[in-house]
């Protein structure tokens, strides 16, 4: 084969190769899921709230609150259970520093237990969230740049702010999700995510002071005495 040939055999190449990376990720969806997972890493507090339905409940509703300014971590859930005989089941903890954590009873007072595990303490979410690695509480997007394709979608309002809706397919041994995510379009920041099984994720009050309701006499703890 001559010069020429290789030539034109290479450039061939190269545009059918664009064009299948064009058709899987269509829109630039890897761009902009990239630029949230940046803007994610300046997050110092936010909101989040999740309601679906799984597989082992008939209704499940999350709340979390985090404030890295006064390193706290607020952790709610309830869950419905299915069977004939229904079971509610709620729990509602606070995380504070990097080793303490307290748990609502249900008269409303807190007991305290010494938090002897770095792992999901307030100061581990904190140093997650500042390396874009949380995965529980906000859109898992190293995973999604990594397995998942995208295609865009509509603009719409979410909790105030407009946004652009971007469907999102997972293609890894682990997860098959599909659903979509709508990202903010000045900020970059998630606002909504929505996956196929049914479930809603909102987030709200992004780099706001959060308003704990905490135990009576709890100091908060500095971003700089809370991280490990």
Not at 21 to 38: A, C, H, I, R, W
Not at 57 to 69: A, F, G, I, P, Y
Not at 130 to 141: F, K, N, Q, S, Y
Not at 167 to 182: E, I, P, Q, Y
Request: net charge negative.
């Amino acid at each position: 084969m001559g010069k020429g040939a290789w030539i034109g055999a290479i450039l061939v190449m190269g545009l059918c190769f664009w064009g299948m990376s064009y058709v899987l990720t269509p829109d630039n969806g890897d761009v902009e899921f990239q630029k949230m997972l940046d803007a994610t890493k300046q997050i110092k507090s936010f909101r989040g709230t999740f309601v679906g339905i799984t597989p082992s409940t008939q209704h499940s509703e999350r709340l979390w609150e985090v404030d890295c300014n006064q390193t706290m971590v607020h952790k709610q859930s309830q869950d419905l259970s299915t069977g004939a005989i229904p079971v509610e089941t709620k729990e509602d903890q606070l995380f504070v520093g990097s080793d303490q954590k307290y748990t609502r009873n249900a008269d409303g007072s807190w007991d305290k237990t010494k938090y002897t595990f770095a792992m999901y303490s307030a100061s581990w979410y904190c140093d997650r969230l500042a390396e874009g690695t949380v995965r529980d509480l906000l859109p898992d997007i190293r995973a999604m740049l990594r397995n998942a394709t995208f295609g865009k979608g509509d603009k719409k309002t979410v909790n105030g702010v407009r946004c652009q809706d971007w469907k999102f397919s997972m293609h890894s041994a682990n997860s098959g999700v599909r659903g979509t995510v709508c990202i903010g379009l000045e900020d970059h920041l998630p606002y909504e995510m929505t996956t196929d099984n049914g479930g809603r994720y909102s987030y709200t009050d992004y780099n706001r002071s959060v308003q704990f309701d905490v135990p009576d006499g709890l100091q908060p703890v500095s971003s700089s005495q809370g991280s490990n």
